[in-house]
């Protein structure tokens, strides 16, 4: 029978360890290391560069992988949860993910700077990206073990505060000891066949794994250990629709935050993703202080994710998206305009002209203070509403519904500035997903305990291993 427990009886721990809280941040900490340096910000520029070969065939080739690795996601992640969840072995899933997107990380160091590497190149980068999504599915799911619902919003802010600032740290190692300046850079290393960058996915890998360590060898509790069954995969995905039909029948509350959560972090993902092309070629941002511009943008995000979080468990995860939706949508609104030279005050004597360069500098760190709240609590979000036993299914079609919405923002982008050959339309094309994501929260209502969903266990004969 369909039901919805409160969340006074959603059975949830209610004593929160500080070690295991912290474990928990810790890892998010060294995550940040994949999506910083080696998607980012070196290695994945590194494969975009011209020593893979010429008319972009770097950035070509690494975009299919990656659109490749996206289609498998959307696929396969919310059976993969769910038969995390199903087997009560969340946690060592996390801890085989996570070797392996460390070992597919340190594995960069053997891409050479020459186009016969390219393949073999674009290969660890989208498998890394893949597993590490998948390392990422059963890392959010923890959030329902080890937080309750009054305190789930600051936890998921500080583990989101956490990898930003971890970002931060291992980014700036990188960066001064083996990239800037002349070499020989630290270890004596040179810059022959890119030794240097190349070294800096083994840093990156072990970065991710030390930090890694304290959560993978904590022993977690399995939310319902007396569910654990062994269901073949063709079982899981007729459990899976069974979940999908659950949704749209006796909980569209939830199937709507999929939706809309899917459409408005397109957009919270595009104001990092294509900010910095907005720097430099809008708004006239140096290209040596970009990255400058992207550690202070992290540092802003990890306090608004810190502040959004208190906020969460006080006002409930719908008012801070809904909120930070807003703000977002006001200062992509200004900042288009603010491309030229801005007289303020009185036209024939103004008391200040603001620059574009400081316009984007103020904007722009102004974007990333509400990207990193809307991003924490709609994980919260979906911690609330996701029972301890199936939340890696629901994070799991969480990241499904992200994927196959993933196409909304440079599609929008393509199309504006394909129409008015002007870079500085990506920020209309932002501002059109984040206000479709503003909408269509309207449907949504906080979380009033978690989701109805159905026990789809087959009735008949012991499922089988597959």
């Known amino acids: 029978m369909l039901g919805m427990s409160s969340p006074s009886t959603d059975e949830r721990p209610r004593r929160l360890t500080p070690g295991t809280i912290t474990a928990w941040c810790l890892w998010s900490w060294g995550n940040a290391s994949v999506s910083a340096v080696m998607t980012t910000f070196v290695f994945g520029t590194y494969i975009a560069s011209e020593a893979f070969g010429a008319d972009g065939r770097g950035t070509q080739h690494l975009t299919a992988a990656n659109a490749i690795a996206g289609a498998l996601i959307a696929l396969t992640a919310p059976v993969i949860g769910q038969r995390a969840d199903s087997s009560g072995r969340r946690h060592l ?3 085989i993910n996570t070797v392996i997107v460390a070992g597919l990380v340190a594995a960069c160091f053997f891409v050479k700077p020459e186009e016969g590497y390219l393949l073999l190149g674009v290969t660890l980068i989208a498998g890394m990206g893949m597993v590490n999504e998948f390392a990422e599915l059963n890392y959010n799911a923890m959030l329902v073990d080890i937080a309750d619902d ?3 919003g600051r936890i998921s802010g500080i583990g989101w505060g956490s990898g930003y600032l971890g970002g931060i740290v291992i980014l700036m190692i990188v960066y001064l000891g083996l990239i800037a300046g002349d070499p020989p850079h630290w270890f004596g290393l040179g810059e022959d066949e890119a030794i240097n960058i190349r070294t800096v996915a083994l840093a990156a890998a072990a970065w991710f794994l030390v930090w890694a360590i ?5 022993k977690r509790r399995t939310a319902d250990r007396d569910r654990i069954e062994k269901v073949s995969i063709r079982e899981s995905y007729r459990r899976l629709f069974g979940t999908l039909a659950d949704l749209w029948r006796g909980d569209r509350n939830t199937l709507w935050f999929l939706i809309s959560s899917a459409i408005y972090r397109d957009g919270l993902s595009a104001v990092f993703t294509y900010g910095a092309i907005l720097g430099v070629s809008v708004y006239g941002i140096a290209a040596d202080d970009v990255i400058i511009f992207g550690i202070a943008a992290n540092v802003v995000a990890a306090v608004g ?3 959004g979080g208190w906020l969460d468990d006080a006002l409930g995860p719908r008012a801070v998206v809904a909120g930070c939706l807003t703000m977002l949508t006001a200062i992509a609104l200004v900042m288009f305009f603010l491309d030229e030279p801005t007289a303020l005050g009185p036209a024939e004597d103004p008391w200040f002209v603001l620059q574009p ?7 722009g760190l102004g974007l990333s203070f509400f990207v ?3 991003q924490a609590a709609s994980r919260a979000f979906l911690g609330r509403l996701a029972p301890g036993d199936r939340a890696g299914e629901l994070f799991g079609l969480y990241a499904t519904a992200g994927r196959s919405a993933s196409f909304l923002t440079p599609a929008m982008i393509s199309i504006f500035v394909g129409i008015f050959h002007d870079e500085k339309f990506i920020i209309v094309g932002v501002f059109l997903v984040l206000l479709g994501g ?9 979380p009033t305990g978690p989701a109805k969903l159905r026990d ?10 597959g």
Do not use: K, Y
């Open 93 to 95: 899933w996390l801890v």
């Open 150 to 152: 009054r305190r789930i």
């Open 214 to 218: 304290p959560l993978l060898v904590s």
């Open 305 to 307: 994710a810190f502040i």
């Open 357 to 363: 360069t400081l316009a984007f500098w103020i904007f």
């Open 372 to 374: 990193g709240p809307a």
């Open 438 to 446: 503003l909408a269509s929260l309207l449907l949504v209502r906080n």
């Open 456 to 465: 789809h266990a087959a009735p008949s004969a012991a499922p089988t291993s």
